[in-house]
């Protein structure tokens, strides 16, 4: 998925995430609850293509029971079952 895929997705789970660049260390990208910050990473631009698959971990461990969680999990179930 790519990082907009899943931050839709957060914000559809009213999971708080963000985005914030600084043009001399590459992009920061975080994951909130309660107006705390409970993850962060700061990627460097040859990194960016890993922004999607971060926030998409990161939300998964720190959100197992939520909308996100299960509605992803059930989107992998069934393309595997397709591919079958």
Sequence with gaps: ????????????????????TDWNRG???WIAAGGRRLAQHTFARDEFAEVGTWLDREARLLFPRSQYATEVQTWETEAGRSKR
Excluded: C, F, K
């Design 1 to 20: 998925m790519n990082p907009w895929q899943v931050i839709e997705l957060l914000y559809d789970s009213e999971i708080n995430a963000g985005l914030e």
């Design 27 to 29: 992009v920061r990208v």
